[in-house]
């Protein structure tokens, strides 16, 4: 499985950003896909993450803010992100889990200042 992101960039505070994340490859029984995210000098910590039947896992931090959307058929994750903060800046990987793998894709830097 390969995962590859896109979107990310500078906003400024209460702005808006969108990230995508393609899965590509072997991808036949994939269950779970997500964002995680590692803030500079802080460790990889849950963003959203959403299964194939649509449940998903907020962290507390971007709830209401983040939403999570996922098309099966394309094997694409989107992530709308509103009312960035500064403390959203953080590189954002696309996460996967196939059977009992995980895949991660390259990160995507968001970076939310004036």
């Known amino acids: 499985v390969q995962l590859q992101a896109f979107g990310g960039g500078l906003v400024q505070p209460g702005g808006s950003l969108k990230l995508s994340c393609a899965a590509s490859?072997?991808?036949?029984?994939?269950?779970?896909m997500g964002w995680y995210r590692q803030a500079p000098g802080k460790q990889r910590e849950l963003a959203v993450i959403?299964?194939?039947?649509?449940?998903?896992n907020y962290a507390a931090s971007v709830k209401g803010r983040f939403t999570i959307s996922r098309d099966n058929a394309k094997n694409t994750v989107y992530l709308q992100m509103n009312s960035l903060k500064p403390e959203d800046t953080a590189v954002y990987y696309c996460?996967?889990?196939?059977?009992?793998?995980?895949?991660w894709g390259q990160g995507t830097l968001v970076t939310v200042s004036s």
């Open positions: 490859g072997d991808i036949f029984g994939i269950s779970v």
């Open positions: 959403i299964t194939s039947s649509g449940i998903t």
């Open positions: 996460y996967a889990v196939q059977f009992r793998d995980s895949y």
